[in-house]
Every structure is written in C-alpha cells, then in structure tokens.
C-alpha cells in the first residue's frame, strides 16, 4: 500500500512530501531566498525534495552555469530535504533562441524548464521535446502565450472589470498547453504541465491522458482554495498565473480528484517585502507556499469531505516523488511527525522562508510538523 500512516499519541507519521516546482532564487536573486532558507520552509512544511526551477543568476543552462546551484545545494541544503535542480530549456531561460546545452546538463537535472517565461516558437519547442524524449527527461511546461497577456497581472473575470484592473485570460495558458500536448504526442516526450490555473486546461490534459499522451499536471494551493472573488487590493494575492473563477477552482478540484491533476506543487515564489508592497499593479508576481501547503489543504478540502486524506498524500508525496524518481534514477525516502490536532494562525513573519507574501496570512489551519522533524528528516 502506498500511503504509509502510523499513530503514536496525536503524531501521525506522514511520508515527506515532494514538491516538483519550487523557486530559491540560488544563485542569482540570494536576497530573495537563499538554498539554506528554502530548504529550512521545505523542512518546516514536511517535505522530503523539491525542485528548483531555472530563473536564475546564472541560468542553468549549461553545465558551467549550472555548477553554482549544484555547488550550494551541496553546501547549504541541510540534512532532511533535497534540492533537485531543473535545467533550462534555452539559454538564458529566454523562451527563444537557442536550447540550453540538454545533453550536459541531463545527468544532473530532473528535466527542462524556462519556468516564467512560455516558449512562443512551436519548431523550438519540437525541438526541445524530441532532445528531452532522446534524454528521457521531461518539459515542464509553463504554458504563457505572451500576445494574450494584454498587460494583465490578475484574472481577466469579475474583479478585474469592477475595479479597472488588466486581465490576463484562462487562454493564455490553454492555447500553448493545446499545442504542446500535440507536440508531445508526435514526439514522445514526457511533458509535464506546470500551475494548471483554467479549467479548459483540466479538460484537455484529461482528453490528452485517455488518448495516451504522456502528459502530468501540477496545480497550487491557492488555485484550489482561492477565486479571483478572494482579491484584496494587495501584492500577497499576485501570482501567475492568475487566481482564476470559481468555476476554474470547481474544475482543478475535480481534476485533482479524479487524477487528471497529478500533483499538488507549491509554486513557492519568494520575493522582498518592497517587490510584494506596489498593490496587485505593480507588485512583482509570486508568493510563498511551502510551510502552508500541507495543512491549508487538510483543513480546507479533507476535513470537510472535499478530498479524502488518502488523495491528499498522493498528490502531495506519492505521485510527486514517482516521478521525480524516474525523472532523475535517486531515490527520495522520508517521512516527518505531524500532530493534526495541532491548530495555529498562518503568521508570515514566523516563516523559515525569507519570502513573506502569502494570501493566506491570519488563516486557522490544523496540522504541524512536529518541531523536532524541522530540522531533520527522519528516514525509514
Ligand atoms: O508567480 C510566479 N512567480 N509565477 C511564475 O511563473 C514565476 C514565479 C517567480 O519566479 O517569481
């Protein structure tokens, strides 16, 4: 059986979760985030890996810009939780031009990315798949069609008209993600879709998987608990993409229950306090995740019957770490102590994480890593 629980007292041993996209800013943006502060929220929110995606100071892309990153994990990750790199799909993470140095840069990779940035060119992403498909890594998309983009920084719906604010359609993401997944059934690869936000986007990776495409999806937890209906006038509530409709948060919920959505990832985006204060305007996009994920989704979706527990683990640990572990041929054991009974206020400034934007501040939550699992992994 996959889902491995054992009650001693109110600790219940959970398996560590594996996040597959992840941003610690390492090297490049350390003001933001640092190896060592994002592995500490990693720890903090029970997780045994994570990925770190490539908007970066050098971006990954070849292996002498890659050997930075490897050199602080090394250094810095701390026992307890592994940071896993994701290359480049171009050089300079641009979405254009060339493709980063894949054959390099493969060993050392769980696969490709230019997360934040979408690729345009549909010849360059043939190309990119079938050199991933040789490599048997996947793309993990972030699917953005920057002509649709209009401007826009929240949900092109209800609260973007009645407050004169851009919007940014649910088109945007599903017209690539349409391509791509044809794309990926000419040639093979694996392709994994990144913060699935639209529900067209649920409805065609579900028609993509029953004609055999070898297609995964991730959403987040703010997509899953948040509509755009939730918008304060406040950068704590920008990210793309977008909180979307409520009919969007139905659609990724059921995706997630049934299978269609495979994993619950973090989409964890630190940045300073100054970058996150300019209002949903003019503030940078992106906010933290890590230390709330697990039990904001507990106490949201499984105590009150939406997802069972058993669901939850596997789109938070077991399905995650499947993958990264055919992605990358390692191993990712562990497992931490939670106390569910455990109750406590969602308060930014207690984060591990140097990130401090969340929509979540003031939330009531169930569910704590047990402290002395913060600092160390306990392994099976
Ligand atoms: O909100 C976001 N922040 N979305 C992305 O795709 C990139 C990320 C970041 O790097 O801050």
Known sequence: MEHRSETSGAIQILPGFVDLHVHFRDPGFSFKETIASGCAAARAGGYAAVCAMPNLNPPPDTLAHLQPQLDLIARDAGAGTTAVPVGAITRGRRGEGELSDMEALAPYVCGFSDDGTGIADGSLMRRAMER???????????????????????????????????????????????????????TGCEYHVCHV????????IRQAKQSGVRVTAETAPHYLLLADEDLEEDGRFKMNPPLRAKEDRAALLAGLADGTI?????????????????????????????????????????????????????????????????????????????????RWVIDPDKFCSKGRATPFAGWEVWGQVQPKNRDERRTP
């Open 132 to 186: 991933a498909a040789a490599l048997q890594k996947p793309i993990i998309s972030h699917c953005e069609e920057k002509s649709l983009l209009n401007g826009g920084y929240i949900h092109d719906g209800a609260y973007a008209r009645a407050h004169g604010h851009r919007g940014i359609c649910g088109a945007s993401e599903w017209l690539p993600l349409a391509r791509d997944l044809e794309l990926a059934r000419q």
């Open 197 to 204: 936000s639209a529900k067209e986007s649920v409805t065609l």
């Open 262 to 342: 495979d994993c619950v990832a973090t989409d964890h985006a630190p940045h300073t306090r100054e970058e996150k204060s300019k209002g949903l305007a003019g503030s940078a996009f992106g906010i933290v995740g890590l230390e709330t994920a697990f039990p904001l989704l507990y106490t949201y979706l499984v105590k009150p019957g939406k997802l069972t527990l058993e669901t939850l683990l596997t789109r938070m640990a077991h399905t995650p770490r499947r993958l990264l572990e055919t992605w990358t041929g390692r191993a990712f054991p562990g497992e931490y102590g939670w106390d569910l009974h455990a």
